[in-house]
T-cell receptor, first 113, second 113 residues
Framework: GEDVEQSLFLSVREGDSSVINCTYT??????LYWYKQEPGAGLQLLTYIFSNMDMKQDQRLTVLLNKKDKHLSLRIADTQTGDSAIYFC?????????????FGTGTRLTVIP | EAQVTQNPRYLITVTGKKLTVTCSQNMNHEYMSWYRQDPGLGLRQIYY???????DKGDVPEGYKVSRKEKRNFPLILESPSPNQTSLYFC????????????FGDGTRLSIL
């Protein structure tokens, strides 16, 4: 599989901004995704960005893509305690005969009240 | 309600006793996939299926089998489970291809003693 890397932990205070970073290796990726996993639950798609875009904003979420450095980030403005979860970055690769998704290790975000 | 349903949610069993984890989706999706989630490793793909009767290996297929006889179902079979298959398993589906947004089930936690 492809290498998608994230730091394992991030702590922020309630009301601050959180920035979760991700690096990937395959320059032929088509979409890049952010998923959120709350305790005991499956993965919920938060947002995604097409590889020819630099930025996407969706309410409190901002995704930045630096294709040259193969770096993706997710910024959460005004972080709330309900944002505490594991966040996974994933890149999609168009392989011959298949299209697959490769996940990072996940970043556990802890929001301190 | 559009969903991916896995059963069972939790299972404790013993080495060598064959087990099947079922996965069903009601969205008429062509693509289905199985992942396992382990601490510090993120999600790794076990097997995927592009459509009925089409299955292929992911990154960690050893010790697993799958089948796709119908569009909605994609069971994961462990013929002779071993302790290193103790993990959290997720089934996912997407409309066409793994590079599109995938919908995840709530997960199955397997413990093999």
């Amino acid at each position: 599989g492809e290498d998608v890397e994230q730091s394992l932990f991030l702590s922020v205070r309630e009301g601050d901004s959180s920035v979760i970073n991700c690096t990937y290796t395959d320059s032929s990726s088509t979409y890049l995704y952010w998923y959120k996993q709350e305790p005991g639950a499956g993965l919920q798609l938060l947002t995604y960005i097409f590889s020819n875009m630099d930025m996407k904003q969706d309410q409190r979420l901002t995704v930045l893509l630096n294709k040259k450095d193969k770096h993706l980030s997710l910024r959460i403005a005004d972080t709330q305690t309900g944002d505490s979860a594991i966040y996974f970055c994933a890149e999609s690769i168009r392989l011959p005969g298949a299209n697959n998704l490769f996940f990072g290790t996940g970043t556990r975000l802890t929001v301190i009240p | 309600e559009a969903q991916v349903t896995q059963n069972p949610r939790y299972l404790i069993t013993v080495t060598g006793k064959k087990l099947t984890v079922t996965c069903s989706q009601n969205m008429n999706h062509e693509y289905m996939s199985w992942y396992r989630q382990d601490p510090g490793l993120g999600l790794r793909q076990i097997y995927y299926s592009m459509n009925v009767e089409v299955t292929d290996k992911g990154d960690v297929p050893e010790g697993y089998k799958v089948s796709r006889k119908e569009k909605r179902n994609f069971p994961l079979i462990l013929e002779s489970p071993s302790p290193n298959q103790t993990s959290l398993y997720f089934c996912a589906s997407s409309l066409k291809g793994g590079n599109q947004p995938q919908h995840f089930g709530d997960g199955t936690r397997l413990s093999i003693l």
